[in-house]
């Protein structure tokens, strides 16, 4: 009951869709019908590929994402730990944060073509830096104390990396996924809408260029409605992992 | 303490030159065709003459004002949003479940909606990338505003500040240092919408740049763009932190040594 207020106010907008539709304030062109919507995305999932689409799209975005998580996690962590690696590294990451990760689509294209791994390779790019910042920030913050009493109690390298570094760092490197998951779905439909023959983002455009205005708007708001529902199950099990932390 | 520094630097240079070595050697000799590795001095070539017969500077124009407008407007609406939904209730009932859906969902999905609305100029380019970049700056600013120390307020109100004043001598203050943290989250993701959006709706700009490159077999006026977009990025990303150094001034922000980026 308290959901159903807490989230009457997209009832609301969604409920001004229908109006506007029913009076024909706006032409059916620019805004179709929510249950001709509705209707579309039903067929589409019955009849056209839908699931193959949204399954590619989803494995690549997995895929990105977990290589992303991977490496950044191992780099960051690696970084905090040598002073070297950091300055090595240091120029490059300054440079690459602030590039906008979408301008990479065409280089990458070129490079790889439109398949699978050009799409992957630029999740991967977009997801990397902030898996990297969050464990670097996470692991160099780790309290010397904790490290002392660690090595006091003979902890060998791996086990201080893996329990005592890893787990104080764990909160920050969480959070910094969570900026990526969002970044995985944006750079995802990008890349898609942009060079790609299979997945929700080229659905859209494709659907939109052909003036399938209803199909179009059904991808689209499942694609939303992937991004909400990927962060919020994120967020569940980001707080089941540090569990730990309460009381 | 010299020689330190000086070897700092050598490490720090190590890498970038390597890159940029391989680069054009690995270009130069063929072992990567030139189409899909133009030579970096070739890149930079390319540069100078598209910036000198003026091609590059109209895309850059074009870029920097889309994302100059689209930046504005998400600011000035997201900062009000979020400071009313922290002060009015019935903002706040209404804002919330959007903010709380619209905050992690990818809204370049609608941009082929958006094209159908608002035409191919610079209608649907600047409003999707205000639409993106909204959600973080009003979640933030609600927080902010919200967050703000109740002692102040008490104290505020205690010497008899009346609600205008409360707001722009007190709140707004007080909530500015968060603030400009999500203002420094949006500007990226502006950026990032801005450029993917000229590659597919044309109409110039830099994005637009790099995809007619793409297109027409000219892989270094690709790469070209794409060093001016990074170039572009960094500048901006380092004049918002400049202004926060700037604004923040008084404030006791604890300088605190993160990794400068």
Known sequence: ?247 | MKQNRLIRYGVMSVLPVTILVAWEVSARTGMVSSFLLPPFSKVILRIVEDMSSGLMVAALFGTLYRMVISYMIAVVLGVSIGILMARIHIVRWFFDPIVSVGFPAPKIAFLPIFILWFGFFDAPKILMASFSCIFPIIGGTWAAAQGVDKYLIWSAENLGTNRHTMLWRVILPAALPQVFTALQVALPIAFIVIVISEMLTGGGGLGGAMMAGSRLADPARTFANLIVIGILGFLAMKGLQLLRRRVLVWHVEVQQEEMVV
């Open chain 1, 1 to 247: 009951m308290n959901l159903a207020i807490r989230y009457s106010p997209l009832l609301l907008l969604l409920i001004s869709w229908v109006i506007i539709s029913r009076f024909g304030l706006v032409s059916p062109d620019m805004l179709p019908a929510v249950e001709e919507v509705a209707i579309k995305w039903w067929q589409m999932l019955l009849h056209d590929d839908l699931v193959v689409h949204a399954a590619f799209s989803l494995m690549r975005a997995a895929s990105g994402l977990g290589l992303a998580i991977l490496v950044g996690i191992g780099l960051g962590i690696l970084i905090a730990k040598s002073k070297w690696m950091e300055l090595l590294l240091q120029p490059m990451l300054t440079f690459l944060y602030p590039l906008p990760k979408s301008a990479l689509i065409p280089v990458i294209i070129i490079w790889l073509g439109f398949g699978h791994s050009a799409q992957i390779t630029v999740i991967f790019l977009g997801c990397l830096l902030p898996v990297l910042l969050s464990s670097f920030n996470g692991a160099r913050g780790v309290e010397t104390t904790l490290i002392w009493s660690a090595q006091s109690l003979g902890t060998t390298r791996w086990g201080m990396l893996r329990h005592v570094i890893f787990r104080a760092a764990l909160p920050e490197i969480l959070s910094g996924i969570r900026i990526s998951l969002a970044i995985s779905f944006v750079l995802l439909i990008s890349a898609e809408m942009v060079g790609a023959r299979k997945g929700m983002g080229f659905l859209i455009a494709f659907l939109g260029d052909s003036g399938e205005y209803p199909g179009m708007f059904a991808v689209a708001f499942m694609v939303i409605f992937f991004g909400f529902a990927t962060d919020r199950f994120y967020l569940w099990m980001m707080r089941y992992l540090l569990r730990y932390r309460e009381g």
